[in-house]
């Protein structure tokens, strides 16, 4: 379904739009729609959102399972932010869109954090929604762009952009096709692409990166050579 899945000829159960064209304006507006059907909803939600710049918040609780979102396509349905950490919030906090209900899929659409390298952690995505899946997304920031919370989660066809752990965490991460672009940092910076957190000597978790391509942004081209990039860092005692 997630691949095959085209607003021309499929339905969504809500459709979300900024000009007005559809039921909801903002995609709160829709998960709050979705939330009143309650607990007890045991089928997969799917919601189209329109092409536009979205600037929100967003939260997916644990009890919110089986959510599907679809874009008309990267960088044209764009979910943006700016929360960071020097201006109050917690890395964990600071995500454009945070999901912690399982089962979570997108595709076609950018989630970004536009707070930019001085201010340190900002995070655009942050999962830990188990069996999560993430196709043809674009996740754009500079310093811990995405968070790889935890649990199960797999990234196909999708970019990456950062400078500092910018994929980090302690999932099980799976990206497969993917473009890694890393971005200029602060002068006195480094680029560091990984930071796997395991804090358990038990734990399964780790970052898998499977025929994809590390690639410098274009801002970053010309400068590349006066940085150190790396591939990643160990975060955590078990990394």
């Known amino acids: 379904m997630l691949v095959s899945w085209n607003p021309t000829r499929s339905r969504a159960d809500f459709v979300v739009a900024q000009d007005g064209s559809a039921t909801y304006r903002t995609i709160n507006q829709a998960l709050a729609a979705v939330s009143s059907m309650g607990k007890s909803r045991t089928n997969r939600v799917i919601i189209y959102i329109k092409a536009g710049v979205y600037n929100e918040k967003i939260e997916i609780d644990r009890h919110m399972k089986n959510i599907m979102l679809v874009g008309d396509g990267m960088d044209r349905t764009i979910v943006t932010n700016n929360r960071n950490v020097p201006d109050g919030s917690t890395t964990y906090g600071s995500a454009t869109f945070g999901v912690s ?23 655009a995505l942050r999962v830990n929604s ?22 199960r989660q797999f990234y196909r066809d999708c970019h990456i952009y950062g400078t500092i752990d910018f994929i980090f965490g302690d999932a099980a991460a799976v990206f497969q096709n993917c473009d890694i672009f890393v971005r200029r940092p602060m002068d006195h910076q480094g680029n560091m692409i990984t930071a796997q957190g395991r804090d358990d000597p038990h ?29 990643g860092r160990p975060w955590k005692k078990y990394s």
């Open 101 to 123: 209900g399982d089962g979570f899929w997108a595709r076609d659409m950018t989630f970004e954090n536009t707070a930019g390298p001085h201010k340190h952690q900002a995070v």
């Open 130 to 151: 188990d069996l999560s899946l993430f196709y043809r997304c674009s996740f754009k920031g500079y310093q811990d762009t995405l968070f790889t919370h935890s649990l």
């Open 203 to 231: 734990a399964t978790t780790g970052i898998s990166i499977q025929h994809s391509r590390v690639r410098a942004a274009p801002e970053f081209e010309a400068v590349k050579d006066r940085f150190k990039n790396y591939l």
